[in-house]
Each structure stands twice: as C-alpha cells, then as structure tokens.
C-alpha cells in the first residue's frame, strides 16, 4: 500500500480495508519457524541483546502512552532484535515486545490518523466484517470458486505483506469504514470529521519515526556485535544500522542464503552461507549441550 494514496484517498482506503477483509484473517494465522523459535531461546539464554542507557528520544513524541513509558523508566532499556517484518511472529514466538523493535510497524494495531488513538486490529476488523456482512459473503463466494477452478493455489486471492489480499473484485465504493469512535465522541470546532484508522506500520513512501531510528542507533552502537539474519539488506531501513555498525568498527557477521548490500558495498563482514532456521537450532542445541562458546552481546536484525 502506497502511504499518500491511503492517507489523501478514502476510496483507496475503502479499497484496502475491502481487501483486508478477505486476507487478514489468514494473515494472522501465520505461525513462528524455527529460526523464531530459536532466537526466542537465545534471548532467554541471555545469549543475545544489548542494555544501554534510556532517552527520551527513543519514545514517539506527543504520545500519552509513550510519555507514561519515559517517566516510568528504569533509566536503562533492553533491545535483542530489529526486525523489518511487520507480523509480529517474534513475540508469537516467546520473544519480549519491549526487546523487539519492528522497525515498519505493528499489523495488529491501528493508529488513527487525526486524534492518534490506538486501536486493536482484531477488533476493528470484527466490526467491519458486520457492517459489510453482505459484501464479505459474496467475495468469500468468488474466492472460493477460484481455489475450485485452479491447481496453482489462488492468485487472485494472494496475500500481501500489508495484511491484505488480491481480489477480482474492484468495485469497493460500498464498503463502510468504521470511523474513530475517540474522535466521533470528542471532536471540536477544529476537528468536524472523525479521523480514520491506519495500521501502525510503515506503507510504501513512509519513513520509519525517528524515535525508533534512533532507539535502534543506539543498541548498535552499545554491542559488540551485528548479526543479520536472513536479510539481502537491500532496503536502507535496515542496512543503515549495519553501516553504522561498520563506521563504529562493531564486527558483522551475516547468516544469510545469497549475496547482501553489504558484501556488495564491500563492507567487512564475516559471511555466513547457511538457512537461517536450522542454523540458528544448531547453534541453540550447542548452548543447551553446555558446550564453552563465548557469549556476546549481539544485535540481532531481520529474520
């Protein structure tokens, strides 16, 4: 989904949501692999993560929850992975939300756009599938005929990263959104129209917030160590911490299938030629046998 599209366009977001009714259901029936799963074990093994000192520049500013946060901080915080996926599948696993930065977002929570109100998406799409009941029913139909009519899955039904589906359907002016009901209650003079929900993550033409750039800067430069897992690092949201890791002289190691951006660049990395989950098993199987490995504080990014 294209950001300005979703942000200037309520047919474009009638659009989404039309397709979101049809894929997120499936979506979150995505379970952890076993390279989740292992890391999970590492950071319970405290074989990975950083703490470094708290700032009030790692919380989103002008936020009630994240302002509760900062003035109820310990001083110091915690950080084990950054991760570009936006499915939650780490914290699925038995990882610790608050030592999990998802860099593009949460797909389970809805922001809205106006009034800033967070929303649970499990919620929000129970109350869009009754009030587009009628709608939903004929495009399960249509899907259905399609997985009847086609050995090659259904490409029509795909899903997409954002947590919506392709559909032969493109007429979706009938589809009601809910609204904000924060903003439906409380809006003033300046604010005549509720504001609307997007998911809290970062869509196509986005920027990651700052807050959580800079969070991420810092856990970097607190390791001594990089380790990138199962990434190309094609995307600079994600290779710009394994620059700064370089610049800062932080050793990169990366347990990857294929060439990355940064043996491109020339980047001095310690390259891991491996699948990610058996690997990853191995190496926790190894820690549980109480073999004497030495134990770093290691910078996790991208599974």
């Not at 949501?17 to 029936?29: I, L």
């Not at 999990?100 to 389970?108: A, C, K, P, S």
């Amino acid at each position: 989904m294209i950001h300005d599209e979703f942000m200037r366009s309520h047919r474009m977001r009638q659009r989404y949501w039309g397709r979101a009714m049809v894929g997120w259901r499936d979506f979150v029936q995505a379970t952890p692999n076993e390279g989740h799963i292992a890391l999970a074990k590492l950071e319970s093994m405290g074989k990975i993560g950083v703490t470094f000192e708290d700032s009030m520049e790692y919380y989103k500013p002008n936020c009630e929850e994240s302002d509760l946060n900062w003035a109820f901080s310990a001083g110091y915080r915690k950080m084990t992975i950054i991760t570009q996926n936006v499915d939650g599948l780490h914290i699925k696993a038995g990882g610790r939300r608050n030592h999990v930065t998802e860099l593009h977002g949460r797909n389970d929570q809805l922001v809205c756009m106006n009034c800033g109100a967070y929303r649970c998406r499990h919620d929000f799409h129970n109350e869009l599938d009754v009030l587009n009941a009628n709608w939903l029913q004929e495009q399960q139909q249509q899907v259905l005929v399609v997985s009847k009519n086609t050995t090659k899955g259904l490409p029509n039904n795909k899903l997409r990263p954002d947590g919506d589906a392709f559909l032969p359907q493109q007429d979706f002016q009938s589809i009601q959104v809910p609204p904000c009901t924060d903003c439906s209650n409380n809006h003033d003079e300046q604010s005549q129209h509720p504001g609307f929900f997007k998911p809290d993550v970062v869509f196509f033409g986005d920027s990651v917030p700052k807050h959580r750039v800079n969070r991420c800067y810092a856990a970097v430069d607190a390791s001594d160590g990089l380790l990138c897992i199962g990434s190309s690092l094609a995307v600079h949201s994600a290779y710009r911490f394994v620059q700064r890791a370089a610049t800062k002289g932080i050793p990169i190691a990366i347990l990857n299938v294929g060439e990355t951006r940064a043996e491109v660049s020339g980047l001095d990395v310690l390259k891991v030629e491996a699948p990610t989950g058996p690997t990853l098993e191995a190496l926790v199987a190894k820690f549980e046998k109480g073999k004497d490995y030495n134990s770093h504080s290691l910078k996790l990014t991208h599974l």
